[in-house]
């Protein structure tokens, strides 16, 4: 089966940078994404890793260690409109497996 | 609005009514997913499409949920027979083939069970 582990809750201050991590378990790998959900809105594609390194987007980096079974994604120069929840996900065949989600509150 | 729609956005039925849900993904989209939610946990895995094919269900998903996409357009997913556990937001998601880790998703349906 498939199992994803994220921190369930991070807060940081206004232009912080905050790191989630996400540690998997999958018996086939394609890559892993990383999504953002505002409270009361749909998930919104973030990034993409299907190879080991680091992708860049903007502020957002995200992060992959295949060996490790383990990414992360790192925000920089926090926003308030940052507070969301984050959330990691494995693509073992064609479909999705998310994460339980990461709740990123930005403080002033 | 060139995104992906769902219909209805809410539902309140009575436990032992069957619902039904529509999805009208991104037109050039061929793929097409349904992931249920709830409060606090990410996006489940319900089942997906390949144009009109149904190409995996979750082995999670009981025989009272169905979904088709009898043209490769829109989809529909049915519940039968809703129980309270059943409450939850139903969400749609369309992506190219060969791109299938952007997935592009819809409002959601909220459905509720009394």
């Known amino acids: 089966g498939q199992s994803l582990e994220q921190p369930s809750e991070v807060t940081a201050v206004e232009g912080a940078i905050v790191q989630i991590n996400c540690t998997y378990q999958?018996?086939?790998?394609?890559?892993l994404s990383w999504y953002q959900q505002h409270d009361g809105g749909a998930p919104t594609f973030l990034s993409y890793n299907g190879l080991d390194g680091l992708e860049e987007t903007g502020r957002f980096s995200s992060f992959l260690s295949r060996s490790d079974s383990y990414g992360y994604l790192l925000l920089q120069e926090l926003q308030m409109k940052d507070s969301a929840s984050y959330f990691c996900a494995v693509s073992p065949l064609e479909d999705m497996r998310f994460g339980a989600g990461t709740r990123l509150t930005v403080k002033p | 609005d060139t995104g992906v729609s769902q219909d209805p956005r809410h539902k309140i039925t009575k436990r032992g009514q069957n619902v039904t849900f529509r999805c009208d993904p991104i037109?050039?989209?061929?793929?097409l997913y349904w992931y249920r939610q709830t409060l606090g946990q990410g996006p489940e895995f319900l089942t997906y499409?390949?144009?009109?094919?149904?190409?995996?269900k979750s082995r999670l998903l009981s025989d009272r949920f169905s979904a088709e996409r009898p043209k490769g357009s829109f989809s529909t997913l049915e519940i039968q027979r809703t129980e309270q556990g059943d409450s939850a937001m139903y969400l749609c998601a369309s992506s190219l083939t060969g791109d299938d880790n952007e997935q592009f998703f819809g409002p959601g349906t909220r459905l509720t069970v009394l």
């Open positions: 499409f390949q144009n009109e094919a149904q190409l995996e």
């Open positions: 037109s050039e989209h061929n793929r």
């Open positions: 999958t018996s086939g790998f394609y890559g």
